[in-house]
């Protein structure tokens, strides 16, 4: 029997390319197609067949931010067609049985957790919480993949010796993503601690110092305050500006909201270190994040004269003119003078700045919340009816 070349071809054609494309037809694009709870000595096998890397998401019936991930993250079809393609992807709930074993087997301990499991086993890479903006995940994961940029690669390249920026940062950031607090800021702080103005006019060890340094009172971020202008020059004024103000901003929200535990005493020394630093009359924004520094300390020590006074110049002077979240900070003290005091004139003050945050507050429901505040203190101060009528504004506020 004698076939055509026409018919030859075809069928190579149909032979050679047809699995591929069927193949191609079961990846799914419109989300990370996971295997749900498999039993693990299969997905074990599966990798090791395949060679494969095996990305497990670790998560919990109750954990709402797992549930974000997979519905905001998880159903991106650049996500799905990269996952898709390049790992297995399974999940396991980490309160069931199997997902109990390999949470205790890799150490996990919040939700969620995305491990990057080798074929062998071998954890090399580990993503912990949700990431729902921007490409940050996404980027994250594609680490796990790329010679010399896994976790597990890095810390293999450390343990060399490595210590070039690139390196360094991507180290630091693998840590980060990992959930290893006290080892990032460890290997942090070695790091910066041999950095020098110099360091700091080269743009890859900026980088690192953008991204890690977070002690406003430490050698280096004094380094960078005293030669602003000269790192600036090189790196970008703004930049250089925008991470000072960053940083200390950080620290005042984090005095602020300290609570001392076991071991763990509030730093009064870095307190006032910080409001000495403060007094620097070249740095931007002084005179907002020194005013806003001090009032935390006055409401931790109680010296409420001393905030009371202070805020009232704040606000006739008008330095907090250009804070973003001015009217959220007034009624914080306000709230402060309320919780303790029963002195009137500082009650009176206090009302004053509710009544300023009331009067100029835009936004209903952050009205609402100001309102209430206001009846509060009307109410310290015996004046019911008067509060009595704060309380409904707030209701009908919060029902815009």
């Known amino acids: 029997m004698k076939f055509s070349t026409s018919f030859l071809l075809l069928t190579s054609f149909m032979v050679f390319h047809l699995p591929f494309a069927l193949f191609a037809q079961q990846i799914r694009y419109d989300r990370v197609d996971f295997d749900d709870n498999p039993a693990w000595s299969d997905i074990l096998e599966k990798a090791d067949r395949t060679g494969k890397i095996i990305f497990l998401d670790g998560y919990t019936s109750w954990c709402a931010p797992c549930k974000k991930m997979d519905k905001e993250v998880f159903t991106r079809p650049e996500i799905a067609n990269y996952f898709n393609q390049k790992f297995i992807n399974v999940k396991y709930d980490m309160e069931l049985s199997q997902g109990d074993f390999l949470k205790d087997k890799y150490g996990v301990q919040v939700f969620p957790t995305y491990l990057f499991i080798s074929p062998n086993g071998q954890e090399i890479h580990r993503i912990v919480g949700a990431h729902t903006t921007g490409n940050v995940f996404f980027d994250w994961a594609k680490m796990a993949v790329t010679p010399g940029r896994s976790r597990a690669d890095l810390e293999q390249r450390y343990k060399n010796g490595e210590r070039n920026p690139a390196m360094m940062f991507d180290y630091m950031l693998t840590l980060r993503m990992a959930g290893e607090q006290k080892k990032?800021?460890?290997?942090?702080?070695?790091?910066l601690s041999l950095m020098t103005k110099d360091h700091f006019m080269d743009k890859s060890y900026w980088a690192a110092a953008k991204m890690f340094l977070n002690n406003p009172t430490s050698r280096e971020f004094k380094i960078i305050i005293d030669n602003r202008e000269e790192i600036g020059e090189a790196v970008g004024l703004a930049d250089v500006d925008a991470k000072l103000y960053e940083t200390i901003d950080k620290q005042i929200k984090s005095n602020i909201s300290f609570q001392p535990y076991e071991g763990h005493p509030f730093d009064k020394q870095a307190e006032l270190d910080l409001i000495e630093l403060l007094r620097n009359p070249d740095l931007p924004n002084r005179n907002e994040l020194l005013a806003r520094a001090k009032a935390a300390h006055y409401i931790r020590n109680g010296d409420l004269y001393d905030l009371a006074y202070m805020v009232d110049a704040l606000i006739e002077f008008r330095i907090l003119e250009h804070y973003k979240n001015l009217h959220a900070e007034l009624d914080y003290y306000a709230i402060s003078i309320s919780k303790v005091a029963l002195d009137e004139l500082l009650l009176r003050k206090a009302l004053k700045w509710s009544e300023y945050v009331c009067t100029n507050e835009t936004k209903h429901s952050e009205r609402a919340n100001y309102l209430k505040t206001k009846?509060?203190?009307?109410?310290?101060?015996?004046?019911?009816?008067?509060?009595?009528?704060?309380?409904?504004?707030a209701a009908a506020a919060e029902k815009l």
């Open 184 to 191: 990032e800021e460890e290997i942090t702080k070695n790091y």
């Open 375 to 393: 009846a509060i203190l009307l109410e310290q101060l015996g004046r019911a009816a008067e509060a009595t009528e704060a309380k409904k504004q």
